[in-house]
């Protein structure tokens, strides 16, 4: 009798922690579904320089959540090159100094909360490469989205 009230006593704790185990697996969940959604950004000021070899945008913040720029952000950009030819690529980012089809941001503004991370209204200046640049009269799609699922999008001209 001791030995079954043992078993049944220890299948008890082990159905207790496969419960609690899912209550932080559904927690889990939930957090991550409900920072997709207070992730929101906009794109603006989209520019093109350098001969058509730079855009430079300004990306804000318009949720609630933190964004990290850096490897947590997608930076897609479709736009006709000087010989004709469509060009729809996924930029890597890559800090200062930038390369050949790289992007990075140059400041953040007002950057007074968490340094380096954009905080909710916050404006990060961005810079990308276009190698090989974008031919005169034309115009492009600037796409950004982060590991949330939100997502901006702006055409610019040059």
Do not use: C
Request: net charge neutral; charged share 20%; glycine share 10%.
């Amino acid at each position: 009798i001791v030995l079954l009230l043992l078993v049944y006593l220890g299948l008890l704790d082990a159905g207790t922690k496969v419960q609690q185990g899912f209550a932080t697996a559904y927690q889990v969940s939930e957090e991550t579904t409900d920072a997709g959604r207070n992730t929101a950004m906009s794109l603006s000021s989209v520019t093109v320089t350098a001969g058509g070899g730079r855009v430079d945008a300004n990306l804000t913040n318009t949720g609630a959540k933190v964004i990290r720029l850096y490897g947590k952000v997608d930076l897609v950009v479709d736009y006709t090159d000087g010989s004709s030819v469509r060009r729809i690529k996924r930029l890597p980012y890559h800090a200062s100094p930038q390369g050949a089809n790289e992007w990075t941001y140059t400041g953040i503004s007002p950057d007074s909360r968490n340094p380096d991370l954009l905080d909710p209204q916050e404006v990060a200046a961005l810079r990308v490469d276009l190698t090989p640049s974008m031919k005169s009269a034309t115009s492009g799609v600037l796409t950004i989205t982060t590991d949330g699922g939100a997502m901006a999008r702006s055409t610019f001209s040059y």
